[in-house]
C-alpha cells in the first residue's frame, strides 16, 4: 500500500487487531530479520530518476504531475516500466494486484491503451482502497479496488494474509506488492495459494525481490513450481522476480 502523497521511513502498518495475532516467534524473527534487511530496506526507499518517471509517464499519455511523489516504499520506475513492458506484450485480459498503489494508476492506463483489461486490486487499508478510486477516476480510469484485510494464514508460510474474496478464476498477470515486509519478511510467499488460477504463459511479478526475504521465497516457488520460469532482474533500485508458466517461448 502507498499513496500519491510522500510517505515516511516506515511502510503503514497493519492494525493493531491483526498485529496482535502474530506470534511471538514471528514477532522476534521480523524484528531480527529486518536487522539482516536493513541495507535493502534502504534502497526500497530510491524511486528513481525524475527522467525515468517522466519517460514512463510519457510513454502511457498521462501528465507530468500523475505520479508527484516515488521512493518511500512506492514502485520505483523500474518495476512500472517492466509492468508496461508486459501489458503491452502480453495485454492482459484479468489482472490481479496484491498492493495497491502507484502501480495500480500506471497499470491502468497501460490497459487502457492495450485491450483494456480489467485490474482487481487488494489492498488491507479499506479507506486507502476508496482513496485510490478517486484517484484513478481524476484521470478518466477505474480499477476494482477491494479491501482484503490481513486475517488469513497458509500453514505453508508465516505471517498473515490477505482475506481475498471473488478471485478470478483465470489470471494473466499478477503484481505482487503486498503484504508489507513488517508483516513477516517471508509472507508474500504465500502469494502461490494463486498460482494454481494462473493462465497458459501468465507472468508473475514480485516487487522487492532483491530482499533477502523474497529471495528466501523465491528459492521456494522455484522447488514448489518447477515448470514456471522465474528470473531476477536487478537492474532497478529494490530487485524484480519475473515469472512466468508454460505456454510463451520467450519471457517478456
Known amino acids: 500500500m502507498t499513496t500519491r502523497n510522500p510517505t515516511g521511513l516506515l511502510s503503514k502498518d497493519a492494525s493493531a487487531p491483526q498485529r496482535g495475532e502474530l506470534t511471538w516467534g514471528e514477532t522476534l524473527f521480523k524484528l531480527a530479520f529486518g536487522a539482516i534487511q536493513l541495507p535493502w530496506l534502504l534502497r526500497s526507499l530510491y524511486g528513481g530518476k525524475l527522467e525515468e518517471k517522466d519517460r514512463l509517464l510519457d510513454r502511457i499519455g498521462l501528465p507530468r504531475d500523475a505520479l508527484p511523489h516515488l521512493g518511500s516504499w512506492k514502485a520505483d520506475t523500474y518495476l512500472l516500466h517492466r509492468i508496461v513492458d508486459v501489458i503491452e506484450q502480453t495485454r492482459p485480459a484479468q489482472v490481479v494486484e ?75 498477470l499478477m503484481v505482487i ?44 516457488w522455484r522447488r514448489n513450481w518447477p515448470d514456471m520460469t522465474f528470473v531476477l532482474e536487478t537492474a532497478g533500485s529494490k ?12 519471457f517478456v
Not at 500506471?106 to 486507502?128: C, E, K, T, W
Not at 495459494?193 to 501468465?202: E, H, I, K, V, Y
Not at 530487485?239 to 520467450?250: A, F, I, V
Open 98 to 172: 496484491l498492493g495497491s498503489g502507484a502501480s495500480s494508476l500506471v497499470m491502468a492506463q497501460a490497459l487502457s491503451r492495450n485491450g483494456g483489461g480489467q485490474l482487481i486490486s487488494y489492498d488491507q487499508h479499506q479507506p486507502f482502497s476508496e482513496e485510490m478510486g478517486r484517484w484513478l477516476a481524476e484521470h478518466g480510469l477505474s480499477a476494482d479496488f477491494r479491501h482484503a484485510p490481513l486475517t488469513r494464514r497458509d500453514p505453508a508460510w508465516p505471517g498473515l494474509w490477505y482475506a481475498l474474496d471473488d478471485v478470478p478464476a483465470r489470471i494473466d
Open 177 to 220: 506488492d503486498g503484504p508489507p515486509w513488517t508483516v513477516h519478511p517471508y509472507v508474500r510467499g504465500t502469494a502461490e495459494c494463486l498460482f494454481t488460477r494462473l493462465s497458459p504463459g501468465a507472468v508473475v511479478m514480485l516487487d522487492d525481490a532483491a530482499r533477502p526475504g523474497e529471495r528466501v521465497v523465491a528459492r521456494r
Open 239 to 250: 530487485g524484480l522476480l519475473m515469472g512466468r508458466t508454460p505456454g510463451k517461448d520467450k
